[in-house]
């Protein structure tokens, strides 16, 4: 599976979109894209996925370069329950999933 | 989305004992599970793959003989953490894939707390 690189943290202000940036510069063709967060003590939760098309749901937007070589994960307004710690993970589905350090989110009132 | 339950949420055992962890999937099945292990500030590291009705596959430098996994049932998969050492305290989580959604999101359960006194 491909290596990400994410910065270690970022800080949002409450009420304010947060973009977290991920570089994936070796992926390859059917590698998907994943987001998952984790929540202090909690299992983590599932975000988001995309192969080559931006995607949106309730949660977040994914935006994916056209080489693919980068992706950025925007919520469009953080909270103070959005502070966490942010994976960005690249395989091909249905296998085994590496996490890597992530980023780690402070949202402040 | 689709859940998976953990049982127990915690627990403290004496050095040498054992413990038995259990990952359930509660509306879904899951031919394949994974056991992670989390350390205080660190990010989660795999442990195994589980799969149903066959031997797990583990990463490497984890110990098979330590860290029994049993995979019975499409949504059951238990972890035993035999012979249990004080470093052996860690967050342990599990996560399973619906056998129908290959590319989707894997689930996570909510993570067992082990202490080893």
């Known amino acids: 599976d491909a290596k990400t690189t994410q910065p270690p943290s970022m800080d949002c202000a409450e009420g304010r979109a947060a973009n977290l940036p991920c570089n994936h510069s070796?992926?390859?063709?059917?590698?998907?894209v994943y987001w998952y967060r984790q929540i202090h003590s909690q299992g983590p939760q599932y975000i988001i996925h995309g192969l080559k098309n931006n995607e949106t749901n309730e949660m977040a937007s994914l935006i994916i370069t056209e080489d693919r070589k980068s992706s950025t994960l925007i919520l469009p307004h953080a909270t103070l329950r959005d502070t966490a710690v942010y994976y960005c993970?690249?395989?091909?589905?249905?296998?085994?999933?590496?996490f890597g350090a992530g980023t780690r989110l402070f949202v402040k009132a | 989305g689709a859940v998976v339950s953990q049982h127990p949420s915690w627990v403290i055992c004496k050095s040498g004992t054992s413990v038995k962890i259990e990952c359930r999937s509660l509306?879904?099945?899951?031919?394949?599970m994974f056991w992670y292990r989390q350390f205080p500030k660190q990010s989660l590291m795999l442990m195994a793959t589980?799969?149903?009705?066959?031997?797990?596959?583990?990463e490497q430098g984890v110990e098979k003989d330590k860290f029994l996994i049993n995979h019975a049932s499409l949504t059951l998969s238990t972890l035993t953490v035999t012979s249990a050492h004080p470093e052996d305290s860690s967050f342990y989580i599990c996560?399973?894939?619906?056998?129908?959604?290959?590319?989707?999101?894997?689930?996570f359960g909510p993570g067992t707390r082990l202490t080893v006194l």
């Open positions: 993970i690249v395989n091909t589905g249905g296998f085994k999933t590496i």
């Open positions: 509306d879904f099945q899951a031919t394949t």
């Open positions: 070796t992926i390859s063709g059917n590698e998907y």
């Open positions: 589980s799969n149903e009705g066959s031997k797990a596959t583990y």
């Open positions: 996560s399973a894939r619906d056998t129908r959604d290959t590319y989707n999101e894997q689930f």
